[in-house]
């Protein structure tokens, strides 16, 4: 049974930072693309970052420069660093994993699993 489970939410001023992290289990995904989406309220969920094992990445052009994706294969495990966080990055925040694709997709139905969520909140 694969799972995916996020943390590292919370609730951080504009400005600030904050890491989070997803640690999965059921198998390796050393081979595997895994990502972060996000999803606030009254929108659809939108692709945030993606790598893929051998360490190609894709952001979105709203996070560019701000937040980075790095993993730990060892630990089947995926971060996403935040920092100089805006109001408008208010989202849960869902790790995804791809089973097929060798190359970071951005559509959410290219991934097979999917954690619970972790509420990120940026305050003015």
């Known amino acids: 049974q694969v799972q995916l489970e996020e943390s590292g939410g919370g609730l951080v001023q504009a400005g600030g930072s904050l890491r989070l992290s997803c640690a999965a289990s059921g198998r390796s995904f050393s081979r595997n693309v895994m990502a972060w989406f996000r999803q606030a309220p009254g929108k659809e969920r939108e692709f945030v970052a993606a790598?893929?094992?051998?360490?190609?990445?894709k952001y979105a052009e709203s996070v560019k420069g701000r937040f980075t994706i790095s993993r730990d294969n060892a630990k089947n495990a995926v971060y996403l660093q935040m920092n100089a966080l805006k109001p408008e990055d208010t989202a849960v925040y869902y790790c995804?994993?791809?089973?097929?694709?060798?190359?970071?997709?951005?559509?959410?139905?290219?991934?097979?699993?999917w954690g619970q969520g972790t509420q990120v909140t940026v305050s003015t």
């Open positions: 790598r893929n094992w051998s360490g190609i990445m």
């Open positions: 995804a994993l791809d089973l097929n694709d060798v190359l970071p997709q951005e559509d959410p139905d290219e991934y097979d699993y």
